[in-house]
């Protein structure tokens, strides 16, 4: 890094005036100040910041424990709270009084000092307050100091921190501090980075600090920082040092706002330095400062910017952009404009969501913008914070909970996660389809091939069970109930159209039977050939009422049956064949197939919708499945509701998305999900909002409502497993089987 720059001599001579009249930093006392060195057998005072930790003999009044295990260094000469430790063989706790609730550190100490009998370095174990996980099965291994810190909401007027050794392992800390904080420190609003929002209950969360970083200036000690933080400086982490270059001005030019940032947010010492563009008269305007910082991609992120312009020579001289995980958190960001002057601290909060966490790191940009060109482009950072914010599960390292239940997705869910919203909103659309469906799924049918079978017939697997004998001796009293319904077929024909039932042939198996990828019509027509074995649960009662029901459907947007076979004891059913297979394979089967757009996605929840326009007339649904089959629904729900929308949006397609176009896909998809039937809405509203929606982003693509991709026919890769949208009422675009058997009746 170059030499630090020259404090600007306007902005000195502006400040001289305010700098006899600089108050002193703000005092703080807090309620609750419980200082432990754990295992010393007296108090000690820190030399570089002058607190007093009590002896273990002191505090062990707090300790509930049945055992007395210490460890300790001979011959230390300096006061640390290294030195000294206890250990736990067993489930042990503290347990301190809280003179005022509200928000606390808890800041815990750990060195692996020498034991000649138990190996603190492989010691394994949980920390845990009453209703919030700090460490699960953590190891301080590495041979040096370890502090963990953390930020918690004590809501009651105790607070119990317990240690629980792993099997076969000890639990150890060498110093405890449970402080009061100030319940202002961190609003309980801030800015969310993916969707761009407000994002509301940030102190419902415990926080973990991650990082705490003095940018462009040196280390940050507890005795320089009131509420006894430390900062660490920021060069470890800027990823093109040679692009930054440091600026400072002394501490007594900074002036505190009212009503803003205050020497608690963070000393003047931090606002007083900064890193800047290395040469702002040149800076490419492409170029960003960058900070990378390794994160464990599986929390969400409360990140704290703070910043202070020390370089202007005037106000409204410095624009500039800043960048959270590469998505735009602040635009043409102007300080002396939000401060209304120079050298006035001014911070930012920003949740960044675990889905925008990618490679594991958190990254923090900062770069001039080219949208003012009267401004020489820079930017500065003076300082940044990064904290963990606790899970759905109260915890900040795992998916256990304090009580010692795991909480998470499962791994289908997992799987979900990646599929998106567009799949939970087709979920939520096809309730009623799928409260007939589910029950008749095959066994196994995650292990069926790209077709699923399952998919098709409305009563693939029903309860009604008949032996081969009844079956054949029932057949010859059901061929004149079906006359008229859709298409007959021979035996022969469809042994010739499959080769003779060839497996070579089969694209699908179910509890049903087999699917057979069928030609007719010298292969100018394929089928979906499904033909039941003499083992399955269907009866023939069952397979007379699938050919009467699904023969009158008569939908470009549902899946068709042509005809059937019931020669010699056989039943097949004959449908139309999708060659481009189901939705599922689309979204996360194979990585062979292109990913959906946006406009596909949509596209498809309203050909779905009206298909169920069509089959309930306007109707609204009224379904009743079970929780647990309606959990991606459940959980998207819930994404939502944490404003964590984002979340449940495939990112494969997260940046082509309509802000207004997927506001409008949610809202339409909560709707369906209401509690009761009464309060969802008619399938025609749900309709003309999906096309609403498919309007908007029209626009946004700057196409207009109709704009977008080009849309392809007959059975090239825009064919789709559900038809996509039409003007039409029913057989537009249907196969020449399916036209054909309509004009047959």
Partial sequence: MGRPAPIPLLLLLTLLANAAAKPSPSSFTPADNYLINCGSPD???????????????????????????????????????????????????????????????????????????????????????????LLHGFSAATPK???????????????????SPMKNSVAFVNAIELVSSPDDLIPDNAAAVSPPGEFSGVNKHSLEVSYRLNVGGPIVTPKNDTLSRTWLPS???????????????????????????TPLTAPYSVYATADQMADSSTADPNFNLTWKMSVDPSFSYLIRLHFCDIVSKGLNELYFNVYINGISGAANLDLSALTSGLAIPYYKDFVLNASAITNGSVVVQVGPTSNVISALPNAILNGLEVMKMSNSAGSLDGLFSADG?????????????????????????LLLFASIRWCRKPRGYEKQKTFSSWLLPLNSSQCSFMSSKSKSTTFSTISGGLNQLGRFFSLNELKEATKNFDEKSVVGVGGFGKVYLGEIDGGATKLAIKRGNPSSAQGINEFQTEIQLLSKLRHRHLVSLIGYCDEQSE?????????????????????????????????????????????????????????????????????????????????????TIGKDSLIKYVETAEKCLAEYGVDRPPMGNVLWNLEYALQLQGVAEGGGGDGGEKKTGGSGEGEMVVGMMSDDSGVVGASPVFLESCHAR
């Fill in 235 to 261: 060069d470890a982490y800027l990823a093109f040092p040679e692009g930054a270059r440091n600026v400072s001005v002394p501490t007594d030019t900074i002036t505190y706002p009212k009503g803003g940032a």
């Fill in 405 to 429: 239940k795991k909480h998470g997705q499962s791994s289908a869910m997992r799987v979900a996660a990646g599929v998106g919203l567009a799949l939970g909103a087709l979920v939520s659309l």
């Fill in 571 to 655: 039943m097949i059913l004959v449908y139309e064949y999708m060659s481009n297979g189901p939705l599922r394979d689309h979204l996360y089967g194979s990585s062979e197939l292109p990913p959906l757009t946006w406009r596909q996605r949509l596209e498809v929840c309203i050909g779905a919708a009206k298909g169920l326009h069509y089959l309930h007339t306007g109707a609204a649904l009224d379904p009743a499945l079970p929780r647990e089959q309606v959990n991606l629904a459940e959980w998207a729900k819930q994404q939502h509701a944490r404003g964590a929308t984002e979340k449940i949006v495939d990112p494969v397609i997260a940046g």
């Fill in 43 to 133: 108090s000690t005072t820190l030399l570089d910041d002058g607190r007093t930790f009590k002896s273990d003999p002191q505090s062990s009044s707090y300790l509930s424990t049945d055992e007395d295990i210490l460890a300790s260094l001979p011959n230390i000469s300096s006061p640390s709270l290294y030195a000294t430790a206890r250990i736990f063989h067993h489930l042990s706790m503290y347990r301190f009084l809280i003179a005022k609730p509200g928000l606390h550190w808890i800041r815990l100490h750990f060195y692996p000092l020498p034991h000649p009998t138990y190996n603190l370095t492989s010691a394994t174990f949980t920390v845990t307050t009453d209703d919030t996980v």
């Fill in 145 to 163: 100091p370890t502090i963990k810190e953390y930020l918690i909401n004590a809501t009651s007027d105790k607070l119990t921190l317990k240690f």
